[in-house]
């Protein structure tokens, strides 16, 4: 079993590089999928859920090559199987973009119903709402979503979307690059991963016009060709180090960021009394002071993310008075609540809303990370926490984070890795 061991209480300084999006990431390696010749991904983060995206390619058939740590050449111009296999894709949740690249493709996709963190169901209805109206049959049976294209080929369409959804968005802008005719996305999301997609897909060739608006138009074109590509720095992570620089105290510049990207989450951190000063690809965060309470509710892009919903908890929990988060994407975004009491947080949830009363201090624990982002949010708290912390199932971290350890250590983190026996294990052997 491996898991973290921090010991917490010591302030932050110095620098940290962040990597490239996860969440761009995620959706553009299955995107190679539609070019027609090598396409260069620059800028991938070194994460277990790049690692798996890549391994689901060369089981279809691409060439996967690797130039260097942060650089792979994908060739998929010979894949003839549009069947993904059922072990990785249940790993990760953004396998299903595996579908809107396939159906793209060959017009036709066999993907298992996708993996990852679990915030409720998290249902693709939207996503299937898309390419039904572009022409394709969609149905699940034998623990496979079977997709295919009545007319052998992608139709374009109007497609309103009922509800803003990053994933939706994404997966029919990938089913319609190649599809017949122009798609036009309405009630499209505005993330900046929607743009880098869109960008990446029309470096190769594509016609995407509007992404980072509420309406997206796909013109479709006959093959996507070969180039270069270099995803935009990580939005998530880099609010994440912010977080944590506030919750420990210090002073941490942090690196090739795209300083708009974050103004969400800089607005928050400033109404708390953190400083954050913004350079031309990197913001500098300086916390010495008292933190005080605000409100905070999530919300699609520009709004402030889901996905930095638990850290920014962990440092409300630190905050002096009463604040309120409402959660307005996930249902179920709250699991890591009962880990937070261990270490001394006192929060009360309803439903979609929690309410958090500051208190002094963190004290360490054992806890377990429950999911991605709620894992960075433990780590945050044992940073800050008076005494020792120890999170197991790091898994969930290592799926979205590149070298956090190394990164934390670099500006003064006390945290390591430690590998001990499986007690279960263990107990079974004797």
Known sequence: MTKYVIHGGKPLYGEIDISGAKNAAVAIIPAALLVDGVCRIENLPQISDVTLLLRILQELGADVRTVNRTTVDVDCSHIRNARVPDELARKIRASYYLIGALLGRFGCAEVPPPGGCDFGGRPIDQHIKGFVAMGANVDVH???????????????TQ?????????ATMNIMLAAALADGMTVIENAAKEPHIVDLANF????????????????????????????YSIIPDQIEAGTYMTAVAAAGGE???????PKHLECITAKLVEMGVEVEERDDAVLVRRTGKLTRTNIKTLPYPGFPTDMQPQIAAVLCLAEGTSVITEGVWDNRYRYVDEFRRMGA??????KIAVIEGVEKFTGARIQACDLRAGAAMVIAGLAAQGTTEIGCIRHIERGYEDIVRKLSGVGADIRVVVTPDEDKQAQVG
Do not use: P, W
């Open 142 to 156: 034998g623990g496979y979503i079977h997709a295919k294209a009545k007319q052998g080929r992608m139709q374009g």
């Open 346 to 351: 006192q929060i009360q949830v309803d439903g």
């Open 252 to 258: 941490v510049l942090i690196k090739n960021v795209i």
């Open 201 to 228: 897909l029309n470096s190769m060739g594509a016609e995407i016009m509007g992404a980072g608006t509420d309406v997206i138009k796909i013109r479709g074109v006959k093959r996507l060709s070969g180039g270069t």
């Open 159 to 167: 497609v309103y979307l009922d509800i803003v959804s990053v994933g």
